[in-house]
């Protein structure tokens, strides 16, 4: 079942540009973990955000949370042409005593140089 | 270095030709899974472990086997592979399933 859903799909932007994916999810969570995936790679952990947390920043990134209408974004400022991958969400689900996480489709980001 | 180790990472099989896809983690991590990720459909959980002989279904486990006998491995089988199954899978691992969890580098399976 789709949890969290990525918008858009796809994001080409120029080299030093801000970059921002949105996350939408369905339930209620203990917290929203964004992850990138280079091409054909496993995928790595970006930043994990509480769900009584607002804002989170980690270097070049910044997450935001709104519980309230349960969407999440990802800000990449200044983004260059290693930062090109796909970047996903993953959410648990509270009320889901497997702790499981449940991913989106992702958001295809290229930098141009 | 802390790192989830697959083999093979890549592989061309006939259908119904049993194979098995190791995984292998030393980090000490409790809780370990299986992923399979095809283009459109994101990751979807095939099966998860959360502790030694502890194993239990994700979203979509039909005509997969897992076993979890020892803490740092977790092998997914595929008894009578089919050309469905053809997809990128991962391995994961972390302290608990809604923790960061750590991706092995995948592995390409081909089901002709």
């Known amino acids: 079942s789709q949890q969290g859903e990525e918008d858009p799909q796809a994001l080409s932007i120029q080299e030093g540009e801000n970059a921002t994916m949105n996350c939408s999810y369905k339930?209620?969570?203990?917290?929203l973990q964004w992850y990138r995936q280079n091409s054909g790679r496993g995928l790595v952990h970006l930043i994990l955000?509480?769900?009584?947390?607002r804002e989170k920043h980690s270097g070049r990134l910044r997450v935001t949370l709104d519980t309230s209408k349960k969407s999440s974004s990802l800000l990449i400022t200044a983004s260059r042409a290693a930062d090109t991958a796909s970047y996903f969400c993953?959410?648990?689900?509270?009320?889901?005593?497997?702790?499981?996480?449940?991913f989106g489709s992702g958001t295809r980001l290229l930098v141009r140089p | 270095e802390a790192q989830v180790t697959q083999n093979p990472r890549y592989l061309i099989t006939v259908t119904g030709k049993k194979l098995t896809v190791t995984c292998s983690q030393n980090?000490?991590?409790?809780?370990m899974s299986w992923y399979r990720q095809d283009p459109g459909l994101g990751l979807r959980q095939i099966y998860y472990?959360?502790?030694?002989?502890?194993?239990d279904k994700g979203d979509v486990p039909e005509g997969y086997k897992v076993s979890r006998k020892e803490k740092r491995n977790f092998p997914l089988i595929l008894e009578s592979p089919s050309p469905n199954q053809t997809s990128l899978y991962f391995c994961?691992?972390?302290?608990?399933?809604?923790?960061?969890?750590?991706f092995g580098d995948g592995t390409r399976l081909s089901i002709l």
């Open positions: 994961a691992s972390s302290d608990r399933g809604d923790q960061p969890q750590h």
């Open positions: 339930t209620s969570i203990n917290n």
């Open positions: 955000i509480r769900s009584n947390e």
């Open positions: 993953a959410t648990d689900d509270r009320m889901d005593s497997s702790y499981k996480l449940i």
């Open positions: 980090m000490n991590h409790e809780y």
């Open positions: 472990s959360m502790n030694v002989e502890v194993t």
